[in-house]
């Protein structure tokens, strides 16, 4: 008897609560995950004036779940060479941080997984946990070219973190707070009072729009290379890497990496949302403002700017690595410094 | 009987259930059929057109791949020289199960304007990996290509995983006994 | 400058080293040179003035049965003007001083006149196999080549 | 300094030059043809599979000499004088060679189009056809002769027995000259049928 | 504060592991089924050597055993790009061979045809240079293109890329009716897309930053490897056979060499060798518009030959401009109906053998580009 209370006891109270909560972003991720798959490939043909998958479904719109569907029974295949442990532990990480990311989205007013205070901390470190996983999976597969994706993809993430950082940090220096429920009310009001105008203010804001726009580009720009994409997909460089750090893997451990690249595209497009756009507020006012259209509105601009890197994938050519450092480090950073500066300033004035 | 007795029964035996879920399977595998990023000689250039806006293979559910442990098939797009067979060898055995083979154009089928003086040809790819479907041409017209890929997806769509496993399993009891 | 002079100057420089002028209008007239002589020939026919061969066209092997034979295709950017050089060697010592020093695009077709013909160039920095796999055997563009059965287990005729 | 800026801006401004290009195309008619369901025109004179009328065919087996990849196998046989049936070709000339045996190997064939330009009755052509993917290579070996093989047995005995009357015939002749002191017999040995080249 | 000390490096000693790398047979970049063994300290690559011969199919045994009629079908899948261009110099050389003149139109024709085939084959140039940059889209702009003009190519020849359509004194057939609306609508488009592309791609900054600078190739370097088009002009030499030495009829047309001209980088890198095949595809379109005007529309496409082709003993050379360089057939006849060699010079072997040279102190990635520049065809280099 006393195990069992103790083991009661170990469940927390609210516990079917707490699995919901939990579930929620997971269905969400999967069905957008899906989408996004659909997406790249309809959009990718459209642009080239092609169909994209016509097959599967009406106007292929099933081909995403055939393609789940295919890899669940594809082979799992672990190279001989490679180091067991690491090599299939690689692809939960990845998918890991881009799941944890979800804990702190605000989806709604009324819907913020946990509401805790530094959100936006929390989204950069556990961001940050992915290129840990790229780098196991990339050292532990024994392939040349994955290990050269890996070690790119080290170098890249954690040298384009910094103008990131630095522009989110400018929105938490506008907004005084981490919380992203906070920075979401700052923003309250219209269009007009999105952080990528000044945020609210009375005219005096002008001063310090041409710096948020500025670091909201900057910021899509850094986000770009932390989910490599194009023109930052080095590590994944098809032309020159085959595949990159995920060259080894097939049927299911692929389909995480698949799965995690497009979380992370929804990650940075929400941060970017949160901080700049306005978040879940409607671009008029109080019209078409309520805990319902919070979703939407949170949701749309979202996908906008997962549609905006996807366009962007097709119309680029990649960069080259020591260009890559280039523009990080003498492009992106000066820039996110400047401008840093200047709200600091003007938040100090004010 | 519960249904798990059964999966090892045939197919006809399985009923509706298992029959519906074999479909569902072959359904995404008959899909969503990615391919190997390989080109070998002039049916590649034909393949890459196929690729291209007006004849769009990606309708099909297909997606390039470059590597070769996501990719489900290969075409064989061109000449196989003895220098080249080892090659296709080894990339045919890193592809993950299940996998497929189109043989695309008279060479790969059998050597093609090459079968008689070519002393470094190798005379059909199917003397060193099955093939499941052969695309006559030289070079095929990319339509070609993609009436191979429906006879794949055809084929796919057509077989039988549970009864599959059954037939393995008989064949190593008999490789056992043997 | 036409072949009759080139080969009249080359007589002059080379003497005994050049052998005949073959004319054939209209097709190509060759000089015939010694195989001995050919590195030299081909140096003084890239840097004497008046000549300027500097762009060597085509390297090619011959099986002409008895004998094999190495044919140069110069060509001048300078005055556009070609000359055809043979070299004839025989099959059981088939040895032409490389010139891959002089022309750097001498080295593939050199090594290819190798794989293919089994000329062997003196010289040549790295004078291996190009087209056929490294351990292939014989050179199957002579006229008595016999392909084989088997290579590593794949079997070759049809 | 000035360079650095120039250089920024002209990495922003062309970059939205590309994205203004891709979307204008996004929204621009597709000029995908959907295979199955739409068709590509394809000109007639397309070289896909190729056809043989076997009532065209008079088996000179020109097209079997010209093919650079001997992918064509054509056997013939001679027509008797007296054959019942006064075989006639579809352009009304008269047979002199039935065709038992006319084989193309679809996975040699290069599709080169010599075949179809030698041809004197234009009985091989290329069709636009190209829709013959198989399961197994052997498929891809058509035979296009329209003889039954009973009809071929048969019109060989009868070239056979023809032949023996034939040879009886020469033979007798070849007697008769010997005994007249003409030339030699040899010629006559000479088997009638004609062979076609072995194609390997 | 004490003396400040300056600290040399010898960067030439400083030393890590160095990786060898195997690029291919099977590599999404090596355009076929190249194989190069690349040594990489770090990124930079410190040694190239190209392994080829993994397409190697025996055309020159081939060319043995066949009547000269014949040796044509396989001489289109040597560069099965460019087949048109591929059968050009070799039927210039037998009709040589054999004093034959072909009718005018049969000229024109194959002027038109050639060039036409010139921006197809440019146009995989860079659409494949671009997919090795990284974008993907110019190369399907491309293809898109590229099939009008295998329309063309199908509706005149009945095949869309190994045509066998020259034939030895003429034309396999002649070209339909509507063939110069359909021609010149043709170039109207190619001009319409060269000029998105150059927005798209060419001057795309980060396309620039990628390409220029990388792979430089002096001009004398390209001679002494004997490199020709595109790669030759890239470098800046004025060099074009269809104006140094005019064959055919190309006397009789107005057009410009493009040469590389280090517009955004130094003379002869990857961009200028590009640029140059966007700027050959313009005075293609300009060679066409003149071709078409002076065509005649009347005329045989086959000069009346003897059954057998037997050309009379001796050996020949002939060589035509290529859109890959400069193309070499070396004919030995020995009076049979069977040639007793045919070697064929393949631009893009030579070209390729470049490689090692120019790509050396580069980074892997531009390596790649390098490789994507020379643009080669794996068929014409094993052949």
Known sequence: METINFVYNLIPDQFIAIIVICTIPLIFLIVYALLAILGELKISAWIQERLGPMRTGPWGILQPIAEVVKLIQKEDLTPDTANKPLFNLAPFIIFMGAYASFAVIPFSRYFIPSDINIGLFYIFAVGSIAVIGIVMGGWASNNKYSLLGAMRSVAQIISYEIPGAMAILSVAVLASSLNLEKINIAQEGGIWNWFVFGGQGSWDKLWVVPFTLILSLIYLISSLAETNRTPFDIPEGESELVAGYHTEYSGMKFAMFFFAEYANMFVVAAVLTITFFGGWNSPFGNFMQGPGWDVFWFVGKSFFFVIVQIWLRWTLPRLRVDQLMYVGWKVLLPFSFICFLFISLFRMIN | MGLLNKLNEPYEAGGIILGTFEDILNWGRARSDWYLHFGLACCAIEFMAMNASHFDFMRFGTIPRATPRQADFIMITGTVTLKMAERIKKLWEQMAEPKYCISVGSCANCGGPYWEHGYHVLKGVDRIIPVHVYVPGCPPRPEAFQDGMIKLQKMIKEEAIFRKRKKLEEDSKIELSA | MTINEIYEQLKEDYGDSIIELVENPPLDSSIIIKSSAVFEVCHTLRDKPGFEFDYLLCLSGLDLGENLAAVYHLYSMKHAHKAVIKTIVPKDNPKVPSVEKIWRSADWHEREAYDLIGIIFENHHNLIRILCPYDWEGHPLRKDYKEPEYYHQMKVPY | MIEYIKNVWLGFWTVIVGMRITLAHLFEKKVTVQYPDDRYPIPPNARNKLYLDPTLCNGCTSCERICPVNCIKVETLRVVPDDPERPMIADGSKRKLWVPVYDIDFAKCCFCGLCTTVCPTFAIKHTVEFEYSTYSRDELYVRFSDMSPEKIIEKKKMLDEFQAKEKAAKAEAARKAAEEKSKTDAKAETSPVTESKESN | ?383
């Not at chain 5, 005149?156 to 020259?166: D, E, K, P, T």
């Not at chain 5, 002096?218 to 005019?246: Q, T």
């Not at chain 5, 030959?305 to 009379?312: F, G, H, Y």
């Not at chain 5, 072997?349 to 580069?362: A, D, Q, T």
């Open chain 5, 1 to 383: 504060m004490g003396e400040k000390k300056r600290i040399e490096l010898d960067y030439s000693k400083i030393e890590s592991d160095r990786m060898r790398l195997n690029v291919g047979p099977q590599h999404p970049s090596t355009h076929g089924v190249l194989r190069l063994e690349v040594e990489l300290d770090g990124e930079i690559v410190t040694e190239v050597v190209p392994h080829i011969g993994y397409l190697h199919r025996c055309f020159e045994k081939h060319a043995e055993k066949m009547t000269y009629p014949q040796v044509i079908p396989y001489i289109d899948r040597m560069d099965y790009v460019t087949s048109m261009n591929n059968e050009l110099p070799y039927v210039m050389a037998v009709e040589k061979m054999l004093g034959i003149k072909v009718p005018e139109k049969v000229e024109y024709i194959r002027v038109i045809m050639c060039e036409l085939n010139r921006i197809a084959s440019h146009q995989i140039a860079v659409a494949t240079f671009g997919l090795d940059a990284g974008a993907f889209t110019p190369f399907l702009y491309f293809f898109r293109d590229r099939e009008y003009i295998l329309a063309i190519f199908e509706k005149a020849s009945g095949a869309r890329l190994l045509f066998n359509y020259f034939w030895i004194g003429g034309l396999s057939a002649d070209v339909h009716p509507t063939f110069k609306e359909d021609v010149l609508a043709i170039v109207k488009q190619v001009r319409k897309t060269n000029k998105e592309i150059e927005d798209l791609l060419i001057y795309n900054k980060i396309f620039i930053e990628r390409t220029a600078n990388v792979g430089i190739l002096p001009a004398d370097v390209a001679i002494n490897y004997a490199c020709s088009g595109p790669v030759l002009r890239g470098s800046g030499v004025k060099f074009d056979l269809r104006k140094n030495e005019p064959y055919s009829i190309y006397d009789r047309f107005d057009f410009d060499i493009p040469v590389g001209m280090g517009e955004v980088g130094t003379v002869g890198d990857s961009w200028d060798r590009n640029i140059v095949r966007m700027r050959e595809m313009e005075q293609s379109c300009r060679i066409i518009e003149q071709a078409v005007a002076q065509m005649p529309d009347e005329g045989d496409v086959q000069e009346k030959l003897p059954k057998r082709i037997k050309p009379p003993k001796g050996d020949i050379y002939m060589r035509a401009e290529n859109p890959k360089g400069d193309l070499g057939f070396y004919i030995v006849s020995n009076g049979t109906d069977k040639p007793e060699r045919v070697k064929a010079r393949g631009t893009s072997f030579v070209n390729l053998s470049v490689l090692p040279e120019i790509s050396k102190g580069y980074m892997f990635a531009d390596l790649i580009l390098i490789l994507g520049s020379i643009d080669i065809v794996l068929g014409e280099v094993d052949r």
